[in-house]
């Protein structure tokens, strides 16, 4: 059972921008430098048990922004778990009615922030049997708060072609350019009992001249499971997240 | 970040699905014509491979039906596509499914009625302790909270408070659709989503149809294929005729022109699920008790989805704020047993019997649920820029399969009852609730909103094979179950007449009390897309067209195009053949509804409130901020909010 946690916390600079010498940097890249990182376990004997839990926060800027980052990663997952192997398949009726759709294992209380899962195990059986019991969970809080992010052009008419080319000042048309970002990145929990299950939080934010690209969402999460009981005790399960 | 990554991922899995149910057919005629032989009596046994001596040998690598896992591919889904198109000969690869070579006249089999030839003419039976029994139960579950707020100054308290109390006013709608939805499912079915409670309320369930002397259900239909809620004539083509589109897709573009875009919604939640059950593949049951089989599939859609949308300033297409849609397909196919037409050879001249003392079971319990919450507050103040911002584009996805059972037996008796049961459950809730607001002053920008548009899907097939040919007991099978119940340890080859057989060494489960086949699914997507949308695009700074084009303006808003989908499969092989010493019991239950709730005032009074808390927020930082570039001459143009607010 492993459960690993990454933190990425790329570029955080400070300060207003100041007219770099020439030559030019390389032109900014218009697509957020997204570098998701696994690290899955294996298992030789066949079980597999992986958690890992990645939070990346990539920011670009070819220009010197202002940025703060910050990155909060918070587990906070309750797994009520009862196993009873002894008990045989019997049931009170009166527990029978379970709701299909049963939203209390959300915790209303942290605003739906964590996750409640009771997993009954009751499973007995003889020898020449197969008994699988097998729980993947993904818990993701990713709530993204960005403010005060902007782009303006305050370049002016100007008479040049150069005039807004910050790096061949023209002293006859001042040209340049603000560019503030700020993005806060979200909480990233994962189940520490769950096989085989990813989670993981990142924003990115991208801002360069004239395109600004704010990336609060666009999370996965997925799961994958095969069981295969034919004489054989086989099973494979893995998880995939970003 | 990878756009239709988990579609790509359920194409997969569908395409496996039909190619193992296409794979386990010929399996089933390739082993009965080749394995089986192969596996002599004991004098022809001996001028065979010595391997034949080693069951597990023939039964491993002929008899296991299983495809590939869903790749863990790392990011590289375009991979899946490709391996989709070379499962079936990979797979048909590892397995040998070559045609069966005609065997020699010494290894033929006995004609029916006639012993096989050489030494005792008598049946021997060896039994012993075996059975394989199954247990699974598996939970799946993804829960994303991403609500996100993107505002042009750190949030005010009143901006604050106001997120609060949607997050909670989101909350208790979703709790009531949840109970709306609930009320649309029969009580009684309502069980706790584990392999022991199943189990519990079949027996339950069973015993209230002997009491009720088998009287259908509220909700009992007639097999066949129903889309919401309608019998169809002509159901469309299943999955694996249906054309698999092309991967990757293509990333969203929208273009470098200057405008505001913003993706708030496009969200996908999926599950997909298959069993295949194998483990009572036999040629014939035989239920000295009672005989029940159900098969029952529950659906709703439940969406709630009132938006307001504004629009000034620009040149407004035609919202999309509805469209959405809402399907649900049933689909109880009876397909002949798998040895229906393949001929039957004399049950001899040795049975090897598994006895189980006491019940078993072979029960598939899976729970997948995907809970997400995507509820943003964005609002893009710009004019001199191309502006994406995108708060959803998220996705949540499910995959199981499980393959249970081999071509094993040929013939399973049960001295107690059997009870046997199929369930599908499958519920999508979409909160879709979105306050909508664009203003264009400066410009004239192409102003377009899609709010709506989203996709609520359920499928479930549940597929028998066999299980259709019941027949009551008579004396010469009740004496089969005699002989076998007595332990006794050679028979008269007339036995080998009563029951079919497929040559070679006659597989014989005997279970001494009930026995239990149970496959449940529930699947269940939770999507709440809450959005308030404030797109203020002002006047482009003089002197921007010298190095960008102007004149192409847009204003974009998606807060709808959510997408929540439920696939499942139950694959149910039962005896070719069925012989029931009590009664016969079978119903099959359907129950399906598109839900569509109330008005909540609560949210509505939420979004509401909150546009003009966010006006009166976006003015006060506009006139707050400080100029923060030292180079910068005075802003050429007016200040854009401000000239709308005012």
């Known amino acids: 059972m492993g459960n690993t946690q990454k933190r990425y916390d790329h570029g955080s600079s400070g300060g207003v921008w100041d007219l770099p010498p020439p030559p030019p940097p390389p032109p900014p890249s218009h697509d957020p430098k997204h570098d998701p990182k696994q690290d899955p376990k294996t298992d030789p004997t066949g079980d597999s048990n992986s958690n890992s839990n990645t939070n990346v926060n990539h920011n670009t800027n070819d220009l010197d922004n202002k940025i703060d980052n910050h990155v909060s990663n918070c587990v906070d997952n309750t797994v009520d778990t009862h196993v009873n192997v002894d008990v045989c398949l019997t049931v009170d009726e009166s527990g029978l009615s379970s709701p299909v759709i049963d939203l209390s294992n959300l915790n209303m209380a942290q605003s739906f922030g964590s996750l409640i899962m009771p997993d009954v195990v009751n499973q007995n059986l003889a020898d020449h049997s197969n008994a699988f019991n097998i729980d993947q969970v993904n818990n993701l809080v990713d709530n993204d708060s960005s403010s005060g992010a902007s782009v303006t052009f305050n370049g002016g008419g100007g008479g040049s072609e150069l005039a807004c080319d910050p790096w061949h000042q023209d002293s006859s048309s001042p040209a340049g350019f603000n560019m503030d970002a700020k993005i806060h990145s979200g909480d990233s929990s994962i189940d520490g009992t769950s096989n085989g299950a990813t989670s993981s939080a990142d924003a990115t934010l991208n801002q360069d001249a004239f395109t600004q690209t704010i990336t609060q969402g666009a999370n996965i999460q997925f799961n994958s499971l095969s069981i295969q009981a034919a004489g054989d005790h086989i099973q494979d399960d893995h998880s995939l997240g970003s | ?646």
């Open chain 2, 1 to 646: 970040m990878m756009p239709g990554g988990t579609t790509e991922i359920l194409w997969h899995f569908i395409g496996h699905l039909r190619i193992i149910d296409d794979i386990s057919r010929e399996h089933v005629e390739y082993d009965g014509s080749e394995t089986r032989r192969s596996d002599e009596d004991s004098p022809h046994k001996k001028l065979l491979d010595d391997k034949a001596d080693d069951p597990d040998q023939l039964d491993d690598s002929a008899r296991v039906l299983m495809p590939d896992s869903v790749p863990n591919d790392d990011f590289q889904f375009q991979r899946v596509h490709a391996l989709r198109a070379d499962a079936a000969h990979q797979i048909a690869a590892h397995m040998d499914l070559s045609p069966p070579q005609p065997l020699l006249p010494l290894f033929r089999p006995p004609a029916i009625g006639v012993a096989s030839g050489g030494g005792d003419p008598n049946i021997t039976v060896t039994c012993q302790p075996g059975g394989e029994q199954t247990l699974a139960q598996a939970h799946q579950i993804n829960a994303l909270m991403d609500n996100d707020s993107l505002l042009p100054a750190e949030a005010s308290p009143e901006i604050l408070q106001g997120i609060a109390r949607l997050d909670t006013d989101v909350g208790d709608a979703l709790l009531n659709m949840a109970d709306n939805a609930n009320d649309h499912i029969p009580q009684q079915w309502q069980i706790p989503q584990d392999d022991a409670g199943a189990v519990t309320f079949v027996t339950d369930h069973d015993q209230n149809l002997v009491v009720g002397n088998g009287t259908p259900e509220m909700h009992s239909v007639e097999p066949g294929y129903y889309l919401n809620g309608m019998l169809q004539a002509d159901p469309p083509p299943p999955p694996d005729q249906i054309t698999v589109p092309d991967f990757p897709l293509p990333p969203a573009d929208y273009g470098h022109d200057l405008g505001q875009w913003a993706i708030a919604g496009n969200n996908t939640s999926v599950n997909a699920a298959l069993i295949v059950d194998l483990t009572e593949s036999t040629r014939t049951m035989i239920v000295m008790g009672d005989y029940f089989k159900t098969d029952a599939i529950f659906q709703t859609n439940s969406t709630m989805d009132h938006d307001h949308i504004n629009a000034a300033g620009g040149d407004a297409l035609p919202f999309v704020a509805g469209g959405n849609q809402a399907t649900n397909i049933a689909d109880f196919t009876q397909l002949p047993g798998i040895y229906a037409e393949l001929s039957a050879t004399f049950a001899g001249p040795q049975w090897h019997v598994d006895v189980v003392n006491g019940d078993y079971y072979d029960v598939h319990t899976l729970t997948q649920t995907n809970y997400l919450f995507d509820n943003d507050v964005v609002v893009q103040n710009s004019s001199d820029t191309h502006f994406e911002a995108i708060s959803g584009g998220n996705e949540l996805g499910n995959v199981a399969q499980i393959f249970d059972g081999s071509i094993q037996y040929d013939l399973i008796i049960i001295a107690g009852a059997y009870h046997g049961m199929n369930l599908i459950f499958q519920n999508n809730i979409l909160l879709n609730d979105d306050q909508i607001k664009l203003l264009a002053s400066g410009s004239d920008p192409t102003q377009s909103v899609v709010s709506g548009d989203n996709t609520l899907s359920n499928t479930a097939t549940i597929e028998r094979y066999g299980g259709d040919n019941i027949q009551p007991m008579n004396d010469d099978v009740n004496s089969v179950v005699t002989a076998v119940a007595d332990g006794k340890t050679t028979l008269d080859p007339s036995y080998g007449d009563i029951i079919d057989g497929s040559g070679g060494t006659f597989n014989v489960l005997y279970v001494t009390g009930n026995y239990y086949d149970v496959n449940a699914l529930w699947q269940t997507n939770v999507t709440s897309d809450v959005n308030v949308v404030m797109q203020l695009l002002g006047k482009p700074a003089d002197g921007l067209d010298a190095i960008h084009p102007i004149g192409n303006e847009t204003q974009s808003v998606v807060t709808g195009q959510d997408s929540l989908s439920n696939e499942a499969i139950i694959v149910d092989v039962a005896p070719t053949n069925t012989y029931v010493n009590g009664q016969t019991y079978g119903d099959t239950i359907l129950v399906q509804a598109n839900l569509l709730p109330d008005k909540d005032p609560a949210i509505s009074g939420d979004v509401h409130s909150l546009v003009p808390e966010l006006v009166a927020f976006v003015n006060d930082a506009q006139d707050s901020t400080p100029a923060t570039q030292p180079l910068a001459a005075p802003a050429p143009h007016e200040d854009p909010v401000a000239s709308i607010m005012h």
